[in-house]
């Protein structure tokens, strides 16, 4: 292992240190509709198959894409068009591309409101770019019709192929329609159901859901809220459908001090990245580290003709050399590191490469001197 320290590594580590500012761990006042949400006040994922039209030669090849034809042979059965069979399985329809639309459908949707929707290639158009959606429905996961979409696509790739070379910026088979959609059903929201609501924290923590309840008993009295877990407020509201929505609007605006979260360290093993939160603190520990170096080199090796087993012709053949080298290690001794800054300062003594970093944290873990819970995503 180089004892040189990792460029990219103090980068990392230092570009970290200035965002955390090198801060005591201390709290920040939020309002509580930033760490909680009314539970079934939700959206709704809505979903469709469609076809997009008006393509320049760019659509499904439908002979590798049947359903494209199958399709548009369905929409215009609607029309009142009928195909022969025959004729429905051999179209070539160069300007046409099966999509699927999908959309989100907020809480309290009223019908003829409008919704944004995304359209994703299906089949293997080469692009979408300046085609237009026919009319799609859009259903939920019980299978009702709740939108209806249809529109032209916005397609923010471009893209040119002439003579065998291709230049394509951005992608070419997504688009999206502004205001695409347009809600045809309702669905139920259970807010004015019974003379409490409950309140769900984004992140599980029995400190956070008790400031929220004595925050909340603070404003409006003692016994209006309680916290029934780690995750979930009580809170009595008003019966009276106007009363409880301003009700609701004033507690949320209400500020909470938000705990510490958990130390926690997250590493992504794809990319090298490692994240740090305040929280970590590190024990004493010593830490040797080397590198394990496999070389392989392959050499020609010509052999003679031998009119007896290659004919007279000369046999080309590669000889492979395998060399394994252990490269010298390094013995770090860490002292301990209660702050941030020092864990950071302890990391980057280590001067080793990301991936290096990786086993190293995570046998730090092991043996007990990182404070800190492990996460590898």
């Given at each position: 292992?180089?004892?040189?320290?990792?460029?990219?590594?103090?980068?990392c580590l230092g570009a970290l240190l200035l965002a955390c500012g090198l801060l005591p761990l201390t709290a920040n006042a939020l309002r509580i509709k930033e760490v909680a949400a009314i539970e079934g006040v939700r959206s709704n994922q809505l979903s469709g198959f469609g076809l997009v039209v008006g393509l320049d030669g760019t659509g499904d090849q439908t002979t590798q894409m049947p359903y494209t034809s199958q399709g548009l042979s369905n929409y215009l059965q609607q029309l009142g068009i009928t195909l022969p069979a025959a004729t429905a399985a051999s179209l070539q329809l160069k300007n046409v591309a099966a999509v699927l639309v999908t959309a989100q459908l907020p809480a309290f949707a009223r019908p003829g409101q409008t919704l944004d929707v995304s359209v994703s290639s299906l089949g293997n158009s080469k692009s979408l770019k300046g085609g237009m959606l026919i009319g799609t429905a859009l259903r939920g996961v019980d299978g009702e019709i709740y939108a209806l979409a249809q529109g032209?696509?916005?397609?923010?790739?471009?893209?040119?192929?002439?003579?065998?070379?291709?230049?394509?910026i951005n992608h070419l088979s997504a688009g999206r329609i502004p205001g695409g959609a347009q809600v045809e059903r309702v669905v139920a929201t259970p807010l004015q159901v019974g003379d409490t609501i409950n309140l769900g924290l984004e992140a599980s923590d029995f400190q956070t859901a008790r400031?929220?309840?004595?925050?909340?008993n603070r404003r409006f009295g003692d016994g209006i809220a309680r916290a029934l877990d780690g995750r979930t407020v009580q809170v009595r509201a008003p019966t009276d459908a106007n009363a409880r929505v301003t009700f609701i609007a004033e507690m949320e605006e209400l500020q909470v001090e938000a705990?510490?979260?958990a130390a926690k360290v997250v590493i992504n093993s794809r990319t090298g990245s490692i994240v740090l939160n305040?929280?970590?603190?590190?024990?004493?520990?010593?830490?040797?580290?080397g590198n394990l170096s496999v070389s392989i080199s392959t050499t020609p090796v010509i052999s003679q003709p031998n009119a007896l087993s290659t004919g007279g012709q000369?046999?080309?053949?590669?000889?492979?050399?395998?060399?394994?080298?252990?490269?010298?290690?390094?013995?770090?001794?860490?002292?301990?590191a209660p702050l941030l800054a020092d864990v950071v300062r302890a990391l980057n003594a280590l001067g080793a490469t990301p991936q290096d970093l990786l086993a190293i944290?995570?046998?730090i873990k092991a043996a007990g001197a990182l404070n800190a819970e492990l996460e590898v995503i």
């Open positions: 292992m180089s004892t040189a320290i990792c460029p990219r590594l103090t980068t032209n696509l916005i397609v923010a790739g471009a893209g040119a192929a002439a003579g065998g070379s291709k230049v394509q400031r929220v309840a004595q925050a909340i705990s510490v979260p305040q929280a970590v603190t590190l024990g004493p520990c010593a830490i040797a580290h000369t046999v080309v053949a590669e000889k492979s050399n395998i060399q394994i080298r252990q490269e010298p290690g390094m013995l770090i001794q860490l002292p301990a944290l995570q046998a």
